[in-house]
């Protein structure tokens, strides 16, 4: 399935996950009901929520600092997570070898990215930063290759290649301007804006790695993430304490508000369908959706803020689209021959 102006149409993400249809993944509503959810459908509900929390995070800024704000995100997601798997379960615990691959899963994806993302963007605007995260259309094949031999896919390339270039016309007029703002004393700080940026991208990938070996220790999606998100709350609550942030109570409701839609859509839903997407298909066609969630923040941007895109940035909503459906279609000679 891939996203065009807010609709799906269906496509197919690739032959394994016909054959994971037996799996499921508990989430929200009907799906904490473990009804089964193809691949298409998680791909399309992970990106319309990413797509949507930079609305959510603009009411969290200014009333409780950065970090203080993604502890409490993901504390609240945890604790959610927790009392889910021990109602369902009847336990939490887990073993300790698989507990230090979580710990790590908790630094480099809730910790680290959030960490350098926030900070990145005391320095940049927000396209530019979504600009850098497209690239980890290119780290995970990367790095895949370098720490589980996985083979480069030129179909991957090309499309990693093609949605790259559609996410930078998308935001070319806001990457112009900002370019020329910088070319001035501020130039440091927009290279050490640059710096946290790529280091939150490579966190994130960094930490789709790690879960591919949790995977291999347990298929329990919700309490590893469960666990995983504890200690990424640990990590960022022990640097919150270590630089000085004051561990505010906000009064404003739309905080509240924003907190529990980042808690549990953007946290709890969102990551189950991430993370079951990298076991069904992939880390490699997973990241694409970093792709599409940047065309959803701006459809919707022209719905809640007026904002009037030109021919540039649709021509690159059409590229990235193009990329994305390069990445997830299946090759011809996967397709199921008929019998006769």
């Keep these: 399935m891939y996203l065009k102006d807010g609709y799906a149409f269906p496509i197919c993400l690739?032959?394994?996950?016909?054959?994971?249809?037996?799996?499921?993944v508990t989430l929200a509503g009907c799906i904490f009901?473990?009804?089964?959810?193809p691949s298409s459908l998680l791909f399309l509900i992970a990106s319309l929520i990413w797509g949507s929390t930079f609305w959510a995070i603009t009411q969290q800024l200014g009333e409780v600092p950065p970090a203080v704000s993604i502890a409490y995100r993901f504390g609240l997601a945890a604790f959610i997570l927790f009392v889910w798997c021990l109602f369902q379960r009847g336990r939490l615990s887990l073993p300790w070898r698989?507990?230090?691959?979580?710990?790590?899963?908790?630094?480099?994806?809730?910790?680290?990215?959030?960490?350098c993302t926030y900070s990145s963007e005391?320095?940049?605007?927000?396209?530019?930063v979504a600009v850098l995260f497209s690239l980890m259309v290119i780290w995970s094949p990367l790095l895949e290759r370098v720490f589980?031999?996985?083979?480069?896919?030129?179909?991957?390339?090309?499309a990693a290649t093609i949605s790259i270039s559609g996410v930078l016309l998308l935001f070319f007029p806001t990457l112009r301007a900002h370019w020329e703002e910088n070319q001035s004393a501020h130039a440091n700080h927009f290279l050490l804006g640059l710096g946290l940026a790529f280091a939150a991208t490579l966190a994130s990938t960094f930490g789709n790695l790690v879960v591919?070996?949790?995977?291999?220790?347990?298929?329990?999606?919700?309490?590893?993430m469960a666990w995983a998100m504890a200690w990424g709350t640990l990590w960022v609550s022990l640097f919150a304490?270590?630089?000085?942030?004051?561990?505010?109570?906000?009064?404003?409701?739309?905080?509240?508000?924003?907190?529990?839609?980042?808690?549990?859509?953007?946290?709890v839903v969102a990551f189950a369908c991430y993370f079951t997407l990298i076991h069904r298909i992939g880390a490699?066609?997973?990241v694409f959706i970093g792709v599409v969630t940047p065309i959803i923040s701006v459809l919707l941007s022209i719905k809640l803020e007026g904002y009037a895109p030109g021919w540039i940035e649709w021509s690159g909503m059409i590229l990235c689209l193009a990329g994305v459906v390069w990445a997830l279609r299946d090759k011809p000679n996967q397709k199921n021959k008929p019998t006769s």
């Excluded at 942030?245 to 508000?257: A, D, G, N």
Aim: hydrophobic share 40%; glycine share 4%; net charge positive.
């Design 212 to 224: 591919v070996q949790v995977r291999k220790s347990s298929d329990d999606v919700l309490l590893t």
């Design 98 to 115: 698989l507990q230090i691959w979580l710990m790590l899963q908790g630094f480099f994806t809730f910790s680290l990215s959030y960490l």
């Design 33 to 37: 009901n473990r009804c089964a959810m």
């Design 14 to 24: 690739d032959s394994r996950a016909q054959q994971d249809q037996e799996k499921t």
């Design 284 to 286: 490699q066609k997973t």
């Design 241 to 267: 304490l270590m630089t000085g942030q004051t561990w505010t109570i906000p009064h404003s409701v739309h905080y509240w508000l924003s907190l529990g839609y980042l808690s549990f859509f953007g946290s």
């Design 122 to 128: 005391q320095y940049l605007v927000s396209a530019l």
């Design 148 to 158: 589980y031999a996985k083979p480069l896919s030129l179909r991957i390339w090309i």
